[in-house]
Every structure is written in structure tokens, then in C-alpha cells.
């Protein structure tokens, strides 16, 4: 079945990089785009980034200069590298994958269990 | 970038009352709306697709409608394990974007 699991350290000193991996398993990263979604405690999740099955990227605007999204398909591998930490980056970090049908999207249907990153010296 | 206009941001409900939450969008997203469960410390769990197509497990009791920019979503009958926060989510156009969300609690 699908199933995508995030990993990567839970805290990151402020200015610091984070960089978080998605590993994916049930599904292959070169038929389904994989996004980035994170959600700071108590607000609604935000949109950040996405690899494309073809393997192009798109961003958040709000984020882009600071976000980068790449994959490792030999892997079943996506990750997010964001500089410039600051206190209010601190989120649980999901990976997610949409669901098509008839060509078109029907929103994140499958989420990973998210990981806890908290943005601190 | 589109925005989603959640309300209310908190519901109090008995259980068995018939609870409403909407979301406005900046502008028409035709449909392609999407709405979420969340209990504390799970990922956001997807219950209606497309304004009003319920996913696999999604109890009948729940529902979704509306067109253009309104959209609203609805528990009747509200049982124990409703409780938890709803989110909207606009997939028409990238950036995707999400509603502040709603936190159902019990009266």
C-alpha cells in the first residue's frame, strides 16, 4: 500500500539549514508527484513545495528562495532543504501524495505520520 | 495566490446536532476543493474530494457541497469520534491552499 515516512532531526539552531527526507514505498516517484506541507502548532497546514513525477520542482512563492526540493528515484526518495531557519519555521513537516482520477487531482490523499522540527538555539 | 476563508474557527456541538463549516475562496476554484480530519498528533486525514465525493471510509453522515467560491461541509449527527479540527483545501491552482481550519469540540 502506499506509505511515506519523514525523517530528519527534530531540532535546528536558528539560521541553520533543515534538511528532511521522504522515503516512499507502494508507489513509484516517476508516476506520482510528491509535495511538502507543513503546519505550525494550533494553525492550518501550508503548501511549500512539490517534485513532479517527471522531476521538475515547484515552489511556494513565500518560500522559494529559501527552499529546495530534489529526489533520489533509485531510492524511492524525496527531500526538502530550507536555509535560513527562523523561530517561526518551527512546524510538523509532512510529505504527502495526490490522487488522480481521470487525469486530474484529487487532493492529498496519502500523508506521511509527519516529523516534529522546532527551530531553536 | 488563492485564499480560503474558513468559519467558524471553533464549533461547539451535542452529540446528534448537525454541524456546518464553510469556506470562501478568493476566487472560483471550480470544484476542486477538498476537506480534512485532524486529531491531535495525526496527519491531516482526507474525508471529501472534489466538493462533495466522499473517500473510501468516510461515514455517510458527512457531506460536502457548493460551486464557484462557497463550499461548505457538514457532520449530521455528530458522534464522539467526529471530534477533531476540519480544514478545507483548494487543489485548483498551485499554490495549494488551506482554511484556518475548525475545531470541533463537545458541548
Known amino acids: 500500500q502506499v506509505q511515506l515516512k519523514e525523517s530528519g532531526p527534530g531540532l535546528v539552531q536558528p539560521s541553520e539549514t533543515l534538511s528532511l527526507t521522504c522515503t516512499v514505498s507502494g508507489f513509484s516517484l516517476t508516476s506520482y508527484s510528491v509535495s511538502w506541507v507543513r503546519q505550525p502548532s494550533g494553525k492550518g497546514p501550508e503548501w511549500m513545495g512539490r517534485m513532479w513525477y517527471d522531476g521538475d520542482t515547484a515552489y511556494n512563492s513565500a518560500l522559494k528562495s529559501r527552499l529546495s526540493i530534489s529526489r533520489d528515484t533509485s531510492k524511492n526518495q524525496v527531500f526538502l532543504k530550507m536555509n535560513s531557519l527562523q523561530t517561526d519555521d518551527t512546524a510538523t513537516y509532512y510529505c504527502?501524495?495526490?490522487?488522480?482520477?481521470?487525469?486530474?487531482?484529487?487532493?492529498?490523499?496519502?500523508w506521511g505520520q509527519g516529523t516534529l522540527v522546532t527551530v531553536s538555539s | 495566490d488563492i485564499q480560503m476563508t474558513q468559519s467558524p474557527p471553533s464549533l461547539s456541538a451535542s452529540l446528534g446536532d448537525k454541524v456546518t463549516i464553510t469556506c470562501q475562496a478568493s476566487?472560483?476554484?471550480?470544484?476542486?476543493i477538498a476537506w480534512y480530519q485532524q486529531k491531535p498528533g495525526k496527519a491531516p486525514r482526507q474525508l471529501i474530494r472534489?466538493?462533495?465525493t466522499l473517500v473510501s471510509g468516510t461515514p455517510s453522515r458527512v457531506s460536502g457541497s457548493g460551486s464557484g467560491r462557497d463550499y461548505s461541509f457538514s457532520i449530521s449527527n455528530v458522534e464522539s469520534e467526529d471530534i477533531a479540527s476540519y480544514y478545507c483545501l483548494q487543489y485548483n491552482n498551485l499554490p495549494y491552499t488551506f482554511g484556518g481550519g475548525t475545531k470541533l469540540e463537545l458541548k
Open positions: 472534489y466538493t462533495s
Open positions: 504527502t501524495r495526490e490522487d488522480n482520477y481521470g487525469g486530474y487531482s484529487a487532493g492529498f490523499a496519502y
Open positions: 476566487q472560483n476554484i471550480n470544484k476542486y
